[in-house]
């Protein structure tokens, strides 16, 4: 297969881990007894969940920044909506189960008053329907989004601060009670999803499960689009659109497909999020957010497969290590987390292991070349010879 | 000293035990004491000797009770003579104190006893109404009595009010006399012809009381003439409130531009001129705003006579402040990143949270409260529009802001060091300007500006480690919008966006219309990417 020499080892390393993690925490966390050492506490199981989601979020990012050369301030807004599909067909199974009784009506709905169903509800209901709309809705937003940005050559820092824009407006227009997604409080009080108890450790599993196969299938395809023939026509547009296009080529189109697909992946994450946090609501479409997650990619390395998914593990996991051990001390780590790895990072951990690796085979290459060089100066043509 | 002690005891016990009716009856002028004397049996005269002492207070209160004895709504409890004006709830009355007409809760009819009345006693009354208030010797009191009874329409009230037009010297006063003499014709059986003209005097006043008033004349009479004034009358106000509507969403705007204006003007000198995106621009504000909260603590605690001179005080601090900030930004990190935009974004953002983040571990992450001086506070009337003073000096103070920023750019050496920088750098390095050195400068002009900007906002916002965030994305907004390089685009940028936000408010709600002005700036970036005012030349995208 072309992929498998493509890719490399380590990617294949990456998703072999990847995989590895979707059977074995489930395993240990149902199989083990609670005093193994190796038993996963059920609590831990949800929380690597939305690790691995982060990941899938970060990977998105990069194949959109780190392989096509646009920064999007506007992510988490994709991420978000993909969640707020789900969650919308979360809210419809409760049924009569809510705190009102009402079998058709979200609580909330019922708490404003509300006498039928938006228009926009309806179909949510069905799990294909919802999983339909978690690639669409986000997919279609940035389609739109970027083909009039793209169209109109809007590039750089003017994209970044409009994708920001972009993120601002929809949390501020979900934030509205009569927008019908929940307002402030969002979507929650979730009780199954396809029929299983959404609070059950055995549900927890295979959510973290699909998580895990997710962010493998999102490695692979993220590695079949850059290493094919249109992968290398984004890092051309990432290194020299005006050169591309002189070329002859369509930049518009490369960023818009990227985008796409990009915001389709981070659809898919936040839909992934929500019934292993248990919540939306509108602070996901913070500006904030959307930049956490660019520095996930930062710090992994962008422009590789692995370094966003070990950025967003890591910055995640001293995220929750932090805010538990010293709250007041986490946003200093971040913010200065920002400034050295654009300062002294540039090309995140990955990518700074690869150039000094290949930095030092070209010096070692180089001395063995001017060891060889010498040698031959040195070789005297045997006069036996 | 001696005798100072007694008389301190005294007047603590009068202020312990008299805060309740003894208090009142101690003052002899006072007519909630004056007032309780309808109470009990009495002969005609003497209610009419208590109308004319109510009257001689020259307290407009007294005018309800005055009003309530001629309507027969005066009663007195039965046990302690105690006065109210009282209305039949059912079976009970529901009584009010006489001179303030809060409400005392409901009593039995049979508890209450009407003060008795015939016509005499109400001549008397309308006579001390109209002498009460509209002869009073301050032309103010004058003033409140006209507005009183216009409000109260009240038809018995012509005469005095003839009398008093009549009498009366100053203009203003006197027109609002007419005003009141043309709700009480309405209210009146005057003849048609009288009530139109009274139409016309309303339509002069055209304000939203008038017009209530006009609406519902004309909908009661059946007199062609009078209800044609009157709809004539009605048309005039409605254009008139219209207008004033519309002067006050421009104002609104022109306030929320120039609240926008503050804080970009400072990015429109670091991203418009420098091309540096500076996301800690908005902490840049925050530190000038808890500059000026340190300056008021400082003043609150050692001289508070100089609060008044507080924010004068705090606005060279802020730029200092400010400006140091960001110079150390400049040299420490962002000069490392010039030509890498969006490592640039990042960097800055990282040190948006640091600065947030000990904001908000010195101060608290609450609020802390900013003072406003006396010339800050209050407001004043223009037409039916109230503009409120520190609206209107943070307009003058952006303004004043701009200008001078105009000026440091245009006529001074930094200015001009400044502008061949940012249009050649290497020409003008080659030309000996210390090109690092004015980009320092540069960016701690635009976050200095920033940290005054900070003074003029903590006196209309919270002053929050937040309130940087609230206006970063606005500011990035305003100066894309407007078009990067431009002083002038930002100003229209910001009072563009200002008014057109106040416009859709209205219409769309607060959220909604600032979402539908996102949408449209966003939308107005297809169009135009380089903004309304675009810098001429050629561009290459790199």
């Given at each position: 297969?072309?992929l498998a020499r493509?890719?490399?080892?380590?990617?294949w390393?990456?998703?072999?881990?990847?995989l590895a993690?979707?059977?074995l925490?489930?395993?240990?966390?149902?199989a083990?007894?609670?005093?193994?050492?190796?038993h996963?506490?059920?609590?831990?199981v949800p929380?690597f969940?939305?690790?691995?989601?982060?990941?899938?979020?970060?990977?998105?990012?990069?194949?959109v920044?780190?392989?096509?050369?646009?920064?999007?301030?506007?992510?988490?807004?994709f991420f978000?909506?993909?969640?707020?599909?789900?969650?919308?067909?979360?809210?419809?199974?409760?049924g009569a189960?809510?705190?009102y009784g009402?079998?058709?009506?979200?609580?909330?709905?019922v708490?404003?008053?509300?006498k039928?169903l938006p228009?926009?509800?309806?179909?949510?209901?069905?799990?294909?329907f919802a999983?339909l709309?978690?690639?669409?809705?986000p997919?279609l937003?940035?389609?739109v989004?970027?083909?009039?940005?793209f169209?109109s050559r809007?590039?750089?820092?003017y994209?970044?601060?409009?994708?920001?824009?972009?993120?601002?407006?929809l949390?501020?227009?979900?934030f509205r009670?009569?927008m019908?997604?929940g307002?402030?409080?969002?979507?929650?009080d979730f009780k199954?999803?396809?029929?299983?108890?959404?609070?059950?450790?055995a549900?927890?599993?295979?959510l973290?499960a699909?998580?895990?196969?997710?962010?493998a299938?999102?490695v692979?395809?993220?590695?079949?689009?850059t290493?094919?023939?249109l992968?290398?026509?984004?890092?051309?547009?990432?290194?020299?659109?005006?050169?591309t296009?002189?070329i002859?080529w369509r930049?518009e189109?490369?960023?818009?497909?990227?985008f796409?697909?990009?915001?389709?992946?981070a659809?898919?994450?936040?839909?992934?999020?929500?019934?292993?946090?248990?919540?939306i609501?509108p602070?996901e479409f913070?500006?904030?957010?959307?930049?956490?997650?660019?520095v996930w990619?930062a710090v992994?390395?962008r422009?590789?497969?692995?370094?966003?998914?070990?950025?967003?593990?890591?910055?995640?996991?001293g995220k929750?290590?932090?805010?538990?051990?010293?709250?007041e001390f986490w946003?200093?780590?971040?913010g200065?987390?920002?400034?050295f790895?654009?300062?002294?990072?540039p090309r995140?951990?990955?990518?700074?292991?690869?150039?000094?690796?290949d930095?030092l085979?070209?010096?070692?290459r180089?001395k063995?070349?001017?060891?060889?060089e010498?040698?031959g100066?040195?070789?005297?043509?045997?006069?036996?010879? | 000293m001696?005798?100072?002690?007694p008389w301190?005891?005294?007047?603590?016990?009068?202020l312990l035990?008299?805060?309740g009716?003894?208090?009142a009856?101690q003052?002899?002028?006072d007519?909630?004491?004056?007032?309780?004397?309808?109470?009990g049996k009495?002969?005609?005269d003497?209610?009419?000797a208590v109308?004319?002492?109510?009257a001689?207070t020259?307290?407009?209160?007294?005018?309800?009770?005055?009003?309530?004895?001629?309507?027969?709504?005066?009663y007195?409890?039965?046990?302690d003579?105690?006065?109210?004006?009282?209305t039949r709830?059912?079976?009970d009355?529901?009584i009010f104190?006489?001179?303030?007409?809060d409400?005392a809760?409901?009593?039995?009819?049979?508890?209450l006893q009407?003060?008795?009345?015939?016509?005499?006693?109400?001549?008397?009354v309308?006579g001390?109404?109209?002498?009460l208030t509209?002869?009073?010797?301050?032309?103010?009191?004058?003033?409140?009595?006209a507005?009183?009874l216009?409000?109260?329409?009240?038809p018995?009230?012509?005469?005095?009010l003839?009398?008093?037009?009549?009498?009366?010297e100053?203009?203003?006063?006197?027109?609002?006399?007419?005003?009141?003499?043309?709700?009480?014709?309405?209210?009146?059986?005057?003849p048609a012809?009288?009530k139109?003209?009274?139409?016309?005097?309303l339509?002069?006043?055209?304000?939203?009381?008038s017009?209530?008033m006009?609406?519902?004349?004309?909908?009661?009479t059946?007199?062609p003439?009078?209800?044609?004034?009157?709809?004539a009358?009605?048309?005039?106000i409605?254009?008139n409130?219209?207008?004033?509507?519309?002067t006050?969403?421009i104002?609104?705007?022109l306030?929320?531009?120039?609240?926008?204006?503050?804080?970009a003007?400072?990015?429109?000198i670091?991203?418009?001129?420098m091309?540096v995106?500076?996301m800690a621009?908005?902490?840049?504000?925050?530190?000038?705003a808890?500059?000026t909260f340190m300056?008021?603590?400082l003043?609150?605690n050692?001289?508070?006579g100089?609060?008044?001179?507080?924010l004068?005080i705090?606005?060279?601090?802020?730029?200092l402040?400010?400006?140091?900030?960001?110079?150390?930004?400049?040299?420490?990190?962002?000069?490392f990143l010039?030509?890498r935009?969006?490592?640039t974004?990042l960097a800055?953002?990282?040190?948006?949270?640091?600065?947030q983040q000990a904001v908000?571990?010195?101060f608290?992450?609450?609020?802390?409260q900013?003072?406003?001086p006396?010339?800050m506070s209050?407001a004043?009337d223009?037409?039916?529009?109230s503009?409120?003073?520190?609206r209107?000096?943070?307009i003058?103070?952006?303004?004043?802001?701009?200008?001078?920023?105009l000026a440091?750019?245009n006529?001074?050496?930094?200015?001009?060091?400044m502008?061949a920088?940012t249009?050649n750098?290497?020409?003008a390095?080659a030309m000996g300007?210390?090109?690092?050195w004015v980009?320092?400068?540069?960016f701690?002009?635009?976050?200095?500006?920033a940290?005054?900007?900070?003074v003029?906002?903590?006196?209309?916002d919270?002053?929050?480690?937040?309130l940087g965030?609230?206006y970063?994305?606005?500011?990035?907004?305003?100066?894309?919008?407007?078009?990067?390089?431009?002083l002038?685009g930002t100003?229209?940028?910001a009072?563009?966006?200002?008014?057109v936000?106040k416009?859709?408010?209205?219409?769309?709600?607060a959220v909604l219309?600032?979402?539908?002005?996102?949408?449209?700036?966003?939308?107005f970036?297809?169009?135009?990417?380089?903004g309304?005012?675009?810098?001429?030349?050629r561009?290459?995208?790199?």
């Amino acid at each position: 297969m072309i992929l498998a020499r493509f890719l490399g080892p380590r990617v294949w390393i990456l998703i072999a881990a990847i995989l590895a993690a979707a059977i074995l925490v489930p395993l240990s966390n149902l199989a083990l007894p609670a005093d193994h050492p190796l038993h996963v506490p059920s609590y831990l199981v949800p929380l690597f969940g939305k690790y691995v989601c982060y990941a899938l979020l970060a990977l998105a990012l990069d194949l959109v920044w780190g392989y096509c050369g646009i920064l999007s301030l506007g992510h988490g807004a994709f991420f978000a909506l993909g969640g707020y599909a789900m969650g919308m067909y979360l809210m419809r199974q409760i049924g009569a189960r809510g705190v009102y009784g009402n079998p058709e009506l979200p609580d909330f709905m019922v708490f404003l008053n509300w006498k039928e169903l938006p228009w926009y509800w309806t179909g949510f209901d069905q799990f294909w329907f919802a999983a339909l709309m978690v690639m669409l809705v986000p997919g279609l937003l940035a389609f739109v989004f970027g083909f009039f940005a793209f169209r109109s050559r809007v590039t750089g820092v003017y994209l970044s601060i409009i994708t920001q824009a972009m993120t601002y407006a929809l949390l501020l227009a979900f934030f509205r009670n009569d927008m019908g997604f929940g307002g402030n409080n969002g979507l929650t009080d979730f009780k199954d999803i396809l029929g299983f108890s959404i609070q059950a450790d055995a549900t927890r599993a295979g959510l973290f499960a699909a998580s895990c196969i997710a962010l493998a299938l999102g490695v692979l395809l993220v590695g079949w689009i850059t290493r094919s023939k249109l992968g290398k026509l984004m890092i051309a547009v990432r290194d020299a659109e005006s050169r591309t296009r002189f070329i002859g080529w369509r930049p518009e189109y490369v960023k818009l497909f990227a985008f796409t697909v990009s915001a389709v992946m981070a659809g898919i994450a936040g839909a992934l999020y929500v019934p292993q946090v248990g919540i939306i609501n509108p602070g996901e479409f913070s500006p904030v957010n959307s930049i956490e997650i660019v520095v996930w990619a930062a710090v992994g390395g962008r422009g590789t497969l692995i370094g966003p998914v070990i950025g967003a593990l890591l910055v995640n996991y001293g995220k929750t290590v932090f805010t538990a051990l010293a709250p007041e001390f986490w946003l200093f780590l971040l913010g200065g987390l920002f400034v050295f790895v654009t300062l002294l990072l540039p090309r995140g951990i990955v990518g700074t292991i690869d150039h000094g690796w290949d930095a030092l085979r070209a010096t070692r290459r180089a001395k063995e070349a001017e060891k060889g060089e010498t040698a031959g100066t040195d070789v005297v043509p045997d006069p036996a010879e | 000293m001696n005798r100072s002690i007694p008389w301190l005891l005294l007047s603590l016990a009068v202020l312990l035990f008299g805060l309740g009716p003894a208090a009142a009856q101690q003052a002899e002028a006072d007519p909630a004491a004056i007032v309780q004397k309808f109470g009990g049996k009495q002969s005609f005269d003497a209610t009419e000797a208590v109308i004319a002492e109510l009257a001689a207070t020259g307290d407009e209160r007294v005018a309800r009770a005055l009003r309530a004895l001629r309507e027969g709504d005066l009663y007195w409890r039965e046990g302690d003579e105690a006065v109210f004006i009282a209305t039949r709830k059912g079976s009970d009355y529901e009584i009010f104190d006489p001179l303030t007409g809060d409400s005392a809760g409901t009593v039995p009819s049979g508890d209450l006893q009407k003060v008795r009345v015939k016509n005499s006693i109400r001549n008397a009354v309308t006579g001390a109404l109209g002498t009460l208030t509209l002869r009073a010797e301050n032309p103010a009191q004058r003033m409140r009595a006209a507005s009183t009874l216009f409000s109260d329409a009240d038809p018995e009230m012509i005469g005095p009010l003839d009398a008093a037009i009549a009498a009366e010297e100053d203009s203003a006063v006197k027109a609002r006399m007419q005003e009141a003499r043309a709700s009480a014709v309405l209210a009146s059986d005057l003849p048609a012809a009288d009530k139109a003209a009274a139409a016309k005097v309303l339509a002069t006043r055209a304000d939203r009381e008038s017009l209530t008033m006009l609406i519902r004349f004309a909908g009661a009479t059946d007199d062609p003439v009078a209800k044609q004034a009157a709809d004539a009358a009605i048309v005039a106000i409605q254009n008139n409130i219209a207008f004033w509507n519309q002067t006050q969403n421009i104002w609104y705007g022109l306030s929320l531009g120039s609240v926008l204006l503050l804080a970009a003007i400072g990015l429109a000198i670091t991203f418009g001129v420098m091309g540096v995106i500076n996301m800690a621009h908005g902490e840049m504000v925050m530190l000038g705003a808890y500059t000026t909260f340190m300056v008021q603590e400082l003043i609150r605690n050692n001289a508070p006579g100089l609060f008044e001179w507080s924010l004068t005080i705090a606005l060279p601090l802020a730029f200092l402040v400010s400006g140091t900030v960001g110079l150390v930004m400049e040299r420490g990190l962002i000069r490392f990143l010039y030509g890498r935009p969006l490592e640039t974004l990042l960097a800055t953002f990282g040190v948006s949270l640091i600065l947030q983040q000990a904001v908000r571990t010195i101060f608290g992450p609450s609020n802390r409260q900013v003072g406003n001086p006396d010339w800050m506070s209050g407001a004043f009337d223009v037409g039916l529009m109230s503009v409120t003073w520190n609206r209107l000096w943070i307009i003058v103070f952006a303004l004043v802001v701009f200008l001078a920023l105009l000026a440091v750019l245009n006529r001074t050496p930094l200015g001009l060091q400044m502008r061949a920088v940012t249009q050649n750098r290497r020409m003008a390095a080659a030309m000996g300007i210390r090109t690092p050195w004015v980009d320092a400068m540069t960016f701690a002009l635009g976050s200095g500006i920033a940290g005054i900007a900070g003074v003029a906002l903590s006196q209309i916002d919270n002053v929050s480690p937040n309130l940087g965030q609230g206006y970063i994305i606005d500011s990035f907004m305003v100066v894309v919008f407007g078009g990067v390089g431009n002083l002038w685009g930002t100003l229209v940028g910001a009072m563009t966006l200002g008014i057109v936000n106040k416009f859709l408010e209205p219409y769309a709600g607060a959220v909604l219309g600032k979402i539908v002005v996102l949408v449209l700036i966003i939308l107005f970036i297809q169009k135009r990417p380089r903004g309304l005012f675009a810098q001429k030349g050629r561009f290459v995208d790199a």
